[in-house]
């Protein structure tokens, strides 16, 4: 996985536009609240020039996911190959972080729109990603606080987004401490495995 992993991949500026514009709209108003014409107005381009790229929202914001998870997806068929070791999920935990890098809208999105996020789709398969991930860090006899450690540790990471935002700071020197923390947490995990 490239260290770029979160970045979007380049492709034709106008679907890039789209995107930005919706997710920028759905912030604003609300993904209910905002319809494809109000897009096209905003791009200033008709809507049949919009429908060209996406028929619907949930077209927008599926390939707005699509460019998330597929480093995520990625990332857990790596790690399904790899030894359950300390080490392995501590490189797990370094490159969600990388495939998070950028992402701080679209999870402000999620969580301004949960409601929503519940009823579609995409967030069905978002969810059933994430205990996906969950379940490469930890080990399945594990006992509960250390489950709760390892969820803990990716909740960490998605909200530290939202709870940093507005620290003074530099954005890179953030993601470090919110790695940092999820990293001790998935560190204590493991290492209670290893006393038992």
């Known amino acids: 996985m490239s260290s770029n992993a979160g970045a979007r991949p380049r492709r034709g500026n106008t679907r890039q536009r789209i995107q930005d514009v919706a997710l920028e709209l ?9 319809s494809l014409r109000e897009i096209a107005e905003r791009l200033e381009v008709t809507k049949a020039a919009l429908y060209y790229h996406f028929k619907t929202k949930e077209d927008i914001l599926g390939s707005l996911f699509e460019d998330l998870t597929r480093p ?17 999920k501590q490189e797990i935990l370094r490159r969600y972080s990388e495939a998070l890098a950028g992402a701080e809208r679209l999870f402000r ?5 949960q409601a929503t996020m519940r009823e ?4 069905e398969e978002f969810k059933a990603r994430m205990l996906r991930l969950l379940d490469v860090l930890r080990e399945p006899d594990a006992p509960l606080t250390d489950q709760v450690r390892c969820f803990s540790a990716l909740f960490s990471m998605h909200a530290g987004m939202f709870a940093l935002k507005d620290v003074e700071g530099d954005p890179e020197e953030k993601r470090r401490a919110i790695l940092e923390v999820a990293t001790d947490l998935v560190t204590q995990a493991h290492s209670g495995r290893e006393s038992r």
Do not use: C, V
Not at 72 to 88: F, K, N, S, Y
């Open 120 to 123: 579609l789709q995409t967030g």
């Open 109 to 113: 999105f999620m969580q301004e729109n």
């Open 26 to 34: 759905f912030a604003e108003r609300g993904y209910e609240k905002t």
């Open 72 to 88: 995520i997806d990625e990332l857990i068929e790596w790690a399904g190959e790899q030894p359950r070791t300390l080490e392995t």
